[in-house]
């Protein structure tokens, strides 16, 4: 019985702790389910990992907040100077499908935020899975529940939360080669 009070305790301690200096905290997402998945605690899209890393290199890296833009809404991280502005000049290419939502589940009919390290690459475009198995049901019936994904995802996409941004370079200014219609940012953050 007291392990189980101190541990309380100790719960209700951190989020105490949480809710005194969550205002001092930069908050970049909006809602815990958005349009593009990102991190609960951070805001960060797809965890943190650089996107152009998915196409060039073994494995995904993770970004870094000196090479940071915001797209979508919410801010995107890269490995390196290079793979940010190759990204501001196509966001669409680079991210992945649906948002970094699960191609499977959308498949579907429902939503669930796809993982970062469960990916594949398929006809140029990248693609998340909420679990092994999902991955595994696509690869097996890709075609079909492409098809599908793409068939329910506008219907799905209105029920969630985001907005799409300006394209921006990290020293605040406006890419020219962004169009019009999308917005991305990058922020200097040192």
């Given at each position: 019985m007291r392990q189980k009070r101190k541990k309380n305790l100790t719960i209700?301690?951190?989020?105490?702790?949480?809710?005194?200096f969550a205002p001092m905290q930069p908050v970049f997402a909006a809602a815990l389910v958005g349009r593009i998945v990102s991190d609960p605690l951070t805001g960060v899209a797809i965890e943190?990992?650089?996107p152009v890393s998915y196409?060039?290199?073994?494995?995904?890296?993770?970004?870094?907040?000196?090479?940071m833009v915001t797209w979508g809404g919410?801010?995107?991280?890269?490995?390196?100077?290079?793979?940010?502005?190759?990204?501001?000049?196509?966001p669409?290419?680079?991210?992945?499908?649906?948002?970094?939502?699960?191609?499977?589940?959308?498949?579907?009919?429902?939503?669930?935020?796809?993982?970062?390290?469960l990916f594949l690459i398929r006809k140029l475009k990248l693609y998340f899975f909420y679990s092994v198995a999902n991955r595994e049901a696509f690869l097996a019936?890709?075609?079909?529940?492409?098809?599908?994904?793409?068939?329910?995802w506008p219907g799905?996409?209105?029920?969630?939360?985001?907005?799409?941004g300006l394209v921006v370079d990290a020293l605040g200014e406006r890419d020219s080669a962004a169009p019009e219609a999308e917005h991305v940012t990058a922020?200097?953050?040192?």
């Open positions: 209700t301690g951190l989020l105490l702790l949480a809710l005194t943190g990992f650089d196409f060039t290199d073994a494995e995904p890296k993770l970004g870094v907040p000196d090479y919410v801010p995107w991280y890269f490995a390196s100077a290079a793979n940010r502005d190759v990204f501001i000049r196509n669409e290419i680079y991210a992945p499908q649906f948002g970094g939502h699960c191609a499977t589940s959308l498949a579907r009919g429902y939503l669930s935020d796809g993982k970062p390290r019936s890709e075609r079909v529940l492409t098809s599908s994904a793409v068939k329910n799905l996409e209105r029920t969630l939360v985001g907005e799409e922020d200097a953050t040192h």
